[in-house]
């Protein structure tokens, strides 16, 4: 899960950032709308947490844009208004859910987590391949009904590969999904994780395994009988 944060008080994004981080989530941080749209248009991700008030602009008319160019990504509102019209008319305007500052960070999190598990719009729970399942609130991993220890990082890789299982991901895409924009990251650091977690699928016995198209890209492919 990659979320991103659209906060202007760097001290409240950098305390919900910790957060996510802690509960297994990737996160970009940015504090105006411009760096929003700018990630918004580089990459995708799995919910945006967003203040309305804002340097540059409303993060309000940022959500209703996304909404009219057909941008499902799901939308947590946080908002200091008591005005109980306004967050109507938000949740009309395509939130999906909104969160009254200031609030409690247990709150917020099973907000998020409500948010994320609606259907519609997020990939199940449980992902599976073969006899691979991958839950996603948890963060385990079960090969052959066994869990599989895997650390944070080969969780997360697992999990975009799983989601998109036989697509050819390039390697920005897996690191977008895993590393946030201020995070160092090595060259070859995707591909460190990746050898570290095919070799762990091999152990497990899993039905499926990473393959890669040199210069292009990794996929999660099922292996030959």
């Known amino acids: 899960m990659k979320l991103l944060v659209v906060e202007d008080n760097r ?24 760096d929003a ?46 005005d109980v019209a306004e967050r109507v008319r938000l949740l009309n305007d395509g939130a999906d859910d909104y969160i009254v500052k200031p609030f409690n960070l ?19 729970d449980v992902l599976r391949a073969g006899n691979i399942a991958l839950d996603q609130q948890s963060h385990t991993c079960l090969i052959r009904d066994t869990p599989a220890e895997l650390s944070r990082l080969e969780l997360m890789v697992l999990a975009t590969l799983m989601a998109n299982s036989g697509r050819l991901l390039p390697k920005s895409r897996l690191e977008h999904a895993v590393y946030s924009m201020d995070e160092p990251v090595t060259p070859n650091a995707i591909e460190a994780v990746i050898s570290r977690l095919r070799k762990r699928l091999d152990a497990n016995g899993a039905t499926h395994t990473i393959s890669a198209m040199r210069g292009l890209g990794y996929y999660l492919l099922e292996r030959p009988q």
């Open 11 to 34: 001290r409240l994004s950098g305390v919900m950032a910790k957060l996510l981080k802690d509960n297994g989530m990737a996160v970009d941080v940015v504090d105006n709308v411009e």
């Open 106 to 124: 247990d709150e917020l999190l099973a907000r998020i987590r409500a948010v994320l598990r609606r259907p519609v719009l997020t990939a199940p």
């Open 37 to 82: 749209r700018a990630a918004l248009s580089d990459g995708k991700y799995d919910l945006v947490l967003l203040d309305l008030a804002l340097p540059d602009g409303n993060g309000g008319d940022l959500m209703r844009a996304m909404r009219t160019r057909r941008d499902t990504t799901p939308i947590l509102i946080a908002t200091a208004s008591g």
